[in-house]
Nanobody, 121 residues
Framework: QLQASGGGLVQPGGSLRLSCAAS????????IGWFRQAPGKEREGVSYISSSGSTYYADSVKGRSTISRDKSKKTVSLQMNSLKPEDTAVYYC?????????????????WGQGTLVTVSS
């Protein structure tokens, strides 16, 4: 089971750090994806990290976000900077037992409950 946390209300230009933690297993050997879903829109991939540390960012967040693993805390974080109103969404982390980066939503086995990010002045 995964748990996503760190969402909240932030002003445009602000920053948030989302965190994904697992219970019952270690994230070290899983590919992780951060997805988001805004009201009325489909869930979209935001950022991914493979078990070996390779990363990928969607164009919408590239240059503003950093995904990373904290092995001591057994978490995967998504640091988001220069937030925009269009970043407002529920953010989900997901995990799948794979070596490389996994892009497809349907391939993920474990999902967190989502954390709401609201960017507004």
């Amino acid at each position: 089971q995964l748990q996503a946390s760190g969402g909240g209300l932030v002003q445009p230009g602000g920053s948030l750090r989302l965190s994904c933690a697992a219970s019952g297993f270690s994230l070290d050997y899983y590919a992780i994806g951060w997805f988001r879903q805004a009201p009325g829109k489909e869930r979209e991939g935001v950022s991914y990290i493979s078990s070996s540390g390779s990363t990928y960012y969607a164009d919408s967040v590239k240059g503003r976000s950093t995904i990373s693993r904290d092995k001591s805390k057994k978490t995967v974080s998504l640091q988001m900077n220069s937030l925009k109103p269009e970043d407002t969404a529920v953010y989900y982390c997901a995990a799948v037992g794979a070596v490389g980066i996994v892009y497809e939503v349907g391939q993920y086995d474990y999902w967190g409950q989502g954390t709401l990010v609201t960017v507004s002045s």
